[in-house]
């Protein structure tokens, strides 16, 4: 058997391949973190060239990737001075003339060129004063270049300059791979159960890992690509299918099956009517409390889908059972308004609530802390510092977490032990995740899905402007508050060291009070590097209907609830984020009021830009966004999962484009749980050695997130 994991050849130092040593290896470890054979193997190209291919220079365009050129050496040598200095070639073909720059490496290559001589060079041209050229290409005389035999379609590895410096480039990086499979490839076992391969036609791990780094042909590449994000995909669900089960199983919760008076009376103060969704998701918060078991869930909801009542009637639930309850968010102006807005909703109940925030003076502060240790409290609202040791609860029971992906794993982790019988976990965003992200990102959470606003909603009108239009802009504005409405003007956070560019908040405000002076308009101001005095008072204004307008940084992006606000102006939309974009839309159509949200932007755009607010100016779907922002950029950037604490560190996978991959992965995964929640078949064998290695490698990784937070 191979599964003797002691021996897996995998496991060795890559300092022991041959070719590599104690100093490459030390190296390879430090700019790529690979130390042992298993790394490297698992370290795959991320792209391919097909070698076979030579373009003329002229095909060479701002969009070209990796190519192949054929041409002769025209001239060449030293330019620059000091930090600047480099080694220049022009290659020439009969199409036009590029530069080859060596920054490194200068002797030697100046050695290999000569003067008139043909060669294949392959890199990827930049754009350098306004013409291409092309840093540290790899260069071969035409007569060496691409033996009979070898195959055409060459991988691409990420690589670094430290080691591109050390002579590590493609081609080396290549060549320890080629070493490695060919002394060790029938050695490496196996990594998925043989019944798994056969009912999804997988292609075993070896051939997997020839073709994905030598790919015979396009068709071997598929299937090892195929074979590799399955695997991939399908460990990470059946560890957090795993987690979640044994969670499940062993976990304790506080029984909340009562429905008494202070949800009742409450209830019976909504001056509106429950959505569809919000009772669905209520009833399935219900059947969690009930079960005896803690519930973890995410309830995911666009903005303005009316997450907050959910989470206080779940509150409210908590109280008539007895136990005390806290809904996290993560800006205090965000807590003081969840805090504000329901009072009316609870007003006569009984139930008794308290705002804790860093700004809590210290004498309330210790009142509260009583008040929460003796129970008199029953709701807490707050930010981050009521995860703060010195709050203690008599008996806490609900946790609310807003807007999750600002909280960490680790602060979620903390809440948990502030009472005996962990609490009843409720995770809210308002960044809606694609289902694909979220499968991953919360695999281990249960989803609800708040998928309808309340009725009334007039759809915002999306526009795109640029800056000839901006008196027309401030025209429309003016009307818009003639008629009553407020405006937010909105500017991207800045530090003041950046360049001018881009308009930043103080400019802005300045601008804004000599177009719209006093008394006539008031204008308020909320940012960053305000007091937080002298920010409650602006938003107060703003709030109360006092000022027309609020000339904020992206501090309001979220909560803000201001429903005679109509128009919603992003200046520099270009900076934002798609999620961040919707985000800051769904500050206005609250109220009835048909509104509008201008996404003012420089004239010249990048494409990604471009893509971006013309999706804005489409949808209104912040599913149908993500699902694009996903696409467009990969889901290490979307936000929120680089604090999520489960970092997607995936190879291979690509959570935009192998949902199918994905789904398939999910379900086999569920399946054998299903049949063998433990895994103690003998065929699964596989699976637990594979799940304890990764458990390994992430506690490896862990060291240093803990470090961090
Ligand atoms: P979000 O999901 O963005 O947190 P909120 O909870 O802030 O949304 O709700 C947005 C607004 O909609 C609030 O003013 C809230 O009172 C209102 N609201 C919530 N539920 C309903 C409903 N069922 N019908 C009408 N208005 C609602
Ligand atoms: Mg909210």
């Given at each position: 058997?191979?599964?003797?994991?002691?021996?897996?050849?995998?496991?060795?130092?890559?300092?022991?391949?041959?070719?590599?040593?104690?100093?490459?290896?030390?190296?390879?470890?430090?700019?790529?973190?690979?130390?042992?054979?298993?790394?490297?193997?698992?370290?795959?190209?991320?792209?391919?060239v097909?070698?076979?291919?030579?373009?003329?220079?002229?095909?060479?365009?701002?969009?070209?990737?990796?190519i192949?050129?054929?041409g002769?050496?025209?001239?060449?040598?030293?330019?620059?001075?000091?930090?600047?200095?480099?080694?220049?070639?022009?290659?020439?073909?009969?199409?036009?003339?590029?530069?080859?720059?060596?920054?490194?490496?200068?002797?030697?290559?100046?050695?290999?060129?000569?003067?008139?001589?043909?060669?294949?060079?392959?890199?990827?041209?930049?754009?350098?004063?306004?013409?291409?050229?092309?840093?540290?290409?790899?260069?071969?005389?035409?007569?060496?270049?691409?033996p009979?035999?070898?195959?055409?379609?060459?991988?691409?590895?990420?690589?670094?300059?430290?080691?591109k410096?050390?002579?590590?480039?493609?081609?080396?990086f290549?060549?320890?791979?080629?070493?490695l499979l060919?002394?060790h490839?029938?050695?490496?076992?196996?990594?998925?159960?043989?019944?798994?391969?056969?009912?999804?036609?997988?292609?075993?791990?070896?051939?997997?890992l020839?073709?994905?780094?030598?790919?015979?042909?396009?068709?071997?590449?598929?299937a090892?690509?195929?074979?590799?994000?399955?695997?991939?995909?399908?460990?990470?669900?059946?560890?957090?299918?795993?987690?979640?089960?044994?969670r499940?199983?062993?976990?304790?919760?506080?029984?909340?099956?009562?429905?008494?008076?202070?949800?009742?009376?409450?209830f019976?103060?909504?001056?509106?009517?429950?959505?569809g969704?919000?009772?669905?998701?209520?009833?399935?918060?219900?059947?969690?409390?009930?079960?005896g078991?803690?519930?973890?869930?995410?309830?995911?909801?666009?903005?303005?889908?009316?997450?907050?009542?959910?989470?206080?009637?779940?509150?409210?639930?908590?109280?008539?059972?007895g136990?005390?309850?806290?809904?996290?968010?993560?800006?205090?102006?965000?807590?003081?308004?969840?805090?504000?807005?329901?009072?009316?909703?609870?007003?006569?109940?009984?139930?008794?609530?308290?705002?804790?925030?860093?700004?809590?003076?210290?004498?309330?502060?210790?009142?509260?802390?009583?008040?929460?240790l003796?129970?008199?409290?029953?709701?807490?609202?707050?930010?981050?510092?009521?995860?703060?040791?010195?709050?203690?609860?008599l008996?806490?029971?609900?946790?609310?977490?807003?807007?999750?992906?600002?909280?960490?794993?680790?602060?979620?982790?903390?809440?948990?032990?502030?009472?005996?019988?962990?609490?009843?976990?409720?995770?809210?965003?308002?960044?809606?995740?694609?289902?694909?992200?979220?499968m991953t990102?919360?695999?281990?959470?249960?989803?609800?899905?708040?998928?309808?606003?309340?009725?009334?909603?007039k759809?915002?009108q999306?526009?795109?402007?640029?800056?000839?239009?901006?008196?027309?802009?401030?025209?429309f504005?003016?009307?818009?508050?003639?008629?009553?409405r407020?405006?937010?003007?909105?500017?991207?956070?800045?530090?003041?060291?950046?360049?001018?560019?881009?308009?930043?908040?103080?400019?802005?405000?300045?601008?804004?009070?000599r177009?719209?002076?006093?008394?006539?308009y008031?204008?308020?101001?909320?940012?960053?590097?305000?007091?937080?005095?002298?920010?409650?008072?602006?938003?107060?204004?703003?709030?109360?209907?006092?000022?027309?307008?609020?000339?904020a940084?992206?501090?309001?992006?979220?909560?803000?609830?201001?429903?005679?606000?109509s128009?919603?102006?992003?200046?520099s939309?270009?900076?934002?984020?798609?999620?961040?974009?919707?985000?800051?839309?769904?500050?206005?159509?609250?109220?009835?009021?048909?509104?509008?949200?201008?996404?003012?932007?420089?004239?010249?755009?990048s494409?990604?830009?471009?893509?971006?607010?013309?999706?804005?100016?489409?949808?209104?779907?912040?599913?149908?966004?993500?699902?694009?922002?996903?696409?467009?950029?990969?889901?290490?950037?979307?936000?929120?999962?680089?604090?999520?604490g489960?970092?997607?560190?995936?190879?291979i996978?690509?959570?935009?484009?192998?949902?199918?991959?994905?789904?398939?992965?999910?379900?086999?995964?569920?399946?054998?749980?299903?049949?063998?929640?433990?895994?103690?078949?003998?065929?699964?064998?596989?699976?637990?050695?594979?799940?304890?290695?990764?458990?390994?490698?992430?506690?490896?990784?862990?060291?240093?997130?803990?470090?961090?937070?």
């Amino acid at each position: 058997m191979y599964l003797c994991s002691m021996s897996n050849i995998l496991d060795s130092d890559i300092k022991y391949l041959t070719g590599i040593g104690p100093k490459r290896g030390e190296l390879l470890g430090k700019e790529l973190g690979i130390s042992t054979f298993r790394d490297l193997v698992y370290t795959f190209p991320f792209r391919y060239v097909d070698k076979s291919k030579v373009y003329a220079i002229s095909d060479v365009s701002s969009s070209t990737a990796y190519i192949q050129l054929r041409g002769k050496i025209t001239r060449m040598g030293m330019v620059g001075e000091k930090q600047g200095k480099r080694f220049v070639a022009t290659l020439s073909d009969s199409t036009g003339h590029i530069d080859l720059v060596f920054f490194k490496g200068i002797k030697w290559i100046q050695e290999k060129l000569i003067i008139n001589k043909e060669y294949i060079v392959f890199g990827k041209p930049s754009i350098f004063k306004e013409s291409f050229n092309m840093v540290h290409p790899e260069i071969d005389q035409v007569s060496d270049s691409a033996p009979a035999g070898e195959p055409s379609m060459i991988g691409i590895y990420s690589s670094t300059e430290k080691l591109k410096s050390a002579g590590i480039g493609n081609k080396v990086f290549s060549k320890f791979v080629m070493t490695l499979l060919s002394k060790h490839l029938s050695q490496i076992p196996e990594t998925l159960p043989d019944y798994i391969l056969k009912r999804h036609k997988l292609c075993p791990l070896q051939y997997a890992l020839k073709n994905i780094h030598f790919p015979s042909d396009p068709k071997a590449l598929s299937a090892a690509q195929m074979r590799l994000k399955f695997e991939e995909l399908f460990y990470l669900q059946l560890s957090l299918l795993k987690t979640k089960k044994k969670r499940t199983q062993e976990s304790v919760g506080v029984m909340m099956p009562k429905v008494g008076q202070y949800f009742n009376k409450s209830f019976a103060n909504i001056p509106f009517e429950l959505t569809g969704a919000q009772k669905r998701v209520i009833k399935e918060v219900r059947g969690d409390i009930m079960s005896g078991k803690q519930m973890n869930r995410l309830l995911q909801g666009d903005v303005g889908s009316g997450k907050t009542m959910v989470a206080l009637l779940c509150c409210l639930l908590s109280a008539d059972n007895g136990y005390q309850s806290c809904i996290m968010a993560p800006t205090e102006v965000l807590a003081q308004q969840h805090y504000a807005g329901v009072q009316k909703t609870i007003a006569g109940s009984g139930i008794r609530t308290a705002l804790l925030t860093g700004s809590t003076k210290a004498k309330e502060r210790r009142e509260i802390h009583q008040g929460l240790l003796d129970g008199s409290i029953h709701i807490l609202f707050g930010t981050h510092a009521v995860i703060e040791d010195t709050v203690q609860f008599l008996r806490l029971g609900f946790v609310v977490i807003d807007e999750q992906h600002r909280f960490g794993v680790n602060q979620r982790a903390k809440l948990r032990f502030k009472s005996e019988i962990a609490p009843h976990i409720l995770v809210m965003t308002a960044t809606p995740i694609p289902r694909t992200l979220s499968m991953t990102l919360y695999g281990d959470l249960d989803v609800s899905v708040l998928d309808e606003l309340p009725p009334g909603r007039k759809p915002i009108q999306t526009m795109h402007l640029t800056e000839s239009k901006r008196d027309a802009m401030f025209a429309f504005l003016k009307k818009e508050i003639a008629l009553g409405r407020q405006v937010f003007i909105v500017y991207p956070l800045i530090k003041e060291s950046e360049t001018m560019d881009y308009k930043n908040l103080e400019e802005g405000y300045e601008l804004i009070t000599r177009e719209f002076p006093a008394p006539q308009y008031i204008t308020a101001v909320v940012h960053g590097q305000q007091k937080n005095e002298n920010k409650a008072y602006d938003m107060k204004l703003f709030a109360e209907g006092r000022a027309h307008i609020l000339v904020a940084t992206s501090v309001i992006e979220v909560g803000v609830d201001v429903p005679n606000a109509s128009v919603m102006v992003i200046e520099s939309a270009e900076r934002f984020g798609l999620s961040q974009l919707h985000q800051l839309r769904g500050r206005v159509g609250r109220g009835a009021e048909k509104s509008y949200c201008i996404l003012m932007t420089g004239y010249k755009l990048s494409k990604e830009s471009r893509q971006r607010i013309d999706l804005m100016c489409a949808t209104n779907d912040g599913f149908e966004l993500a699902e694009a922002d996903l696409r467009m950029r990969g889901p290490g950037d979307i936000e929120g999962t680089q604090q999520s604490g489960l970092a997607i560190d995936l190879r291979i996978s690509n959570l935009a484009q192998d949902s199918q991959i994905l789904q398939l992965a999910r379900m086999t995964a569920e399946e054998i749980l299903d049949r063998d929640p433990s895994l103690a078949g003998g065929e699964n064998a596989l699976l637990v050695a594979q799940l304890a290695l990764m458990k390994k490698q992430d506690e490896l990784v862990n060291i240093d997130y803990s470090k961090i937070s």
